[in-house]
T-cell receptor
Framework: GAVVSQHPSRVICKSGTSVKIECRSLDFQATTMFWYRQFPKQSLMLMATSNEGSKATYEQGVEKDKFLINHASLTLSTLTVTSAHPEDSSFYIC????????????FGPGTRLTVL | AQTVTQSQPEMSVQEAETVTLSCTYDTSESDYYLFWYKQPPSRQMILVIRQEAYKQQNATENRFSVNFQKAAKSFSLKISDSQLGDAAMYFCAYRSFYTGANSKLTFGKGITLSVRP
């Protein structure tokens, strides 16, 4: 089956620093990638949708300058949390669609971000 | 806009028994996809089952089956012969048919299922 990886799996950073999270499709070309945020015991909240080679589409209420998304290739999308603050601490999940399995989103294992 | 409602926050089932998780949705579209995802403690999202709205037959995957009632906009998941490994958070999700792969998933709030040994 299609595999999506995320790196790092967990990261701790100081307030005010920037953190980059990578999402990779390992065995298929991901034309579209999605970034979600999830708080404990809650549902996934879509942050943005990115298509390879074009600007990401952000959901209402998500700060574009805060959460920078780059989908530079068909196998890699990155989420950069800029000037992180403790309230940005959360679980971030990416998913990808593409190839012959275009009807299904394949999810990465998630990244736990803790901002001190 | 589409909405997905999971009104039960938690459920519990005895091992080897059957449990049904409820989900309702609202949409003005006639064609769409519905999904159930499982999120175990590892937090990896796992697709359990998918239903295409244009198919009248209910989807089944081994011990998992759905009761899809299009007119009632209801999409429940039945887990038969429950196992300890079924303990997880379950999300019902909707996806539009027409916008294809770019279409985002709309998730319900989820339900936490515990399995008693």
């Amino acid at each position: 089956g299609a595999v999506v990886s995320q790196h790092p799996s967990r990261v701790i950073c100081k307030s005010g620093t920037s953190v980059k999270i990578e999402c990779r499709s390992l065995d298929f070309q991901a034309t579209t990638m999605f970034w979600y945020r999830q708080f404990p015991k809650q549902s996934l909240m879509l942050m943005a949708t990115s298509n390879e080679g074009s600007k990401a589409t952000y959901e209402q209420g998500v700060e574009k300058d805060k959460f920078l998304i780059n989908h530079a290739s068909l196998t890699l999308s990155t989420l950069t949390v800029t000037s992180a603050h403790p309230e940005d601490s959360s679980f971030y999940i990416c998913s990808a669609t593409g190839g012959i399995s275009y009807n299904e989103q394949f999810f990465g294992p998630g990244t736990r971000l803790t901002v001190l | 806009a589409q909405t997905v409602t999971q009104s039960q926050p938690e459920m519990s089932v005895q091992e080897a028994e059957t449990v049904t998780l409820s989900c309702t949705y609202d949409t003005s579209e006639s064609d769409y996809y519905l999904f159930w995802y499982k999120q175990p403690p590892s937090r990896q999202m796992i697709l359990v089952i998918r239903q295409e709205a244009y198919k009248q037959q209910n989807a089944t995957e081994n011990r998992f089956s759905v009761n899809f009632q299009k007119a009632a906009k209801s999409f429940s998941l039945k887990i038969s012969d429950s196992q300890l490994g079924d303990a997880a958070m379950y999300f019902c999700a909707y996806r539009s048919f027409y916008t294809g792969a770019n279409s985002k998933l709309t998730f319900g709030k989820g339900i936490t299922l515990s399995v008693r040994p």
